[in-house]
């Protein structure tokens, strides 16, 4: 299934569908990415792993939001190094760049096409334990780190690979961020810089003379500076 122009950029969701775990909690997402996701799930479960997803498809309005409340200071955002920084400080080309250190622009996030996953292991959780999805809690002793070791012995026989292994100047590293191969890398090569600022000139968003003036900037780090299948880290 190609995915088309408002399905790549998160305006339509006709492309997923909504599955459901036991105990009632839920995810919406591509169905041939769903469900090598749950067969993926089977397997892990042989291992004791309660495989979860904490973020699937995410639309258009949905990363938008996202967008505007950092954007006006409602949320938090962060530097490069992860630190809290002063809003009222920030100029907004600095309020731009900061907000893209840790969330895609609108219409060119993976999560539009419903084959990302932002995942955990629920059953490796103490109770009352609060999800942070930080490098951390994946790593050698991270909380995480039994399914991280996990993923990376068995994700690709499901068709997954991690598109933010290591840094590569974009998006910073996010070990829970699964892509299923055969639905991203068809959209990836399909979501064009022209694409993009088509969704943006029609959109009504904070910032928007600033995202279009450095939108093929935003694609060329953004976008395509991610891993595949076929570059491990």
């Known amino acids: 299934m190609v995915l088309d122009a408002d399905q790549l950029t998160g305006r339509s969701s006709s492309h997923v569908r909504e599955f459901s775990f036991s ?31 904490a973020s699937a498809f995410r639309d258009f309005n949905g990363q938008k939001r996202i967008w505007q409340a950092k954007w006006r200071g409602e949320r938090t955002l962060y530097d490069a190094a992860g630190q809290p920084m002063d809003y009222d400080r920030l100029d907004e080309p600095r309020r731009m760049s900061a907000i893209l250190e840790w969330s895609a622009l609108p219409g060119a996030s993976r999560h539009h096409w419903g084959s990302e996953f ?62 299923y191969a055969p639905v991203s890398l068809p959209a990836l090569e399909a979501l064009t810089p022209a694409l993009i600022r088509d969704t943006m000139a029609a959109a009504e968003i904070d910032g928007k003379a600033l995202i279009l003036d450095a939108l ?12 595949s299948p076929s570059t491990p880290a």
Do not use: T
């Open 216 to 227: 093929d900037d935003i694609h060329a780090r953004q976008v395509c500076l991610v891993g």
């Open 118 to 179: 932002d995942v955990f292991d629920l059953a490796a959780m103490p109770e009352g334990y609060q999800l942070q999805l930080l490098p951390e809690e994946y790593a050698a002793n991270g909380i995480f780190a039994f399914l991280s070791d996990w993923l990376d012995r068995n994700m690709a026989r499901f068709g997954f690979f991690r598109p933010y292994d290591i840094e590569r100047g974009g998006l910073h590293v996010e070990p829970w961020h699964l892509s």
């Open 23 to 53: 105990d009632g909690s839920s995810f919406r997402a591509h169905p041939e990415a769903a469900l090598a996701f749950l067969k993926m799930r089977e397997s892990a479960a042989s291992e004791r792993i309660d495989l979860r997803v």
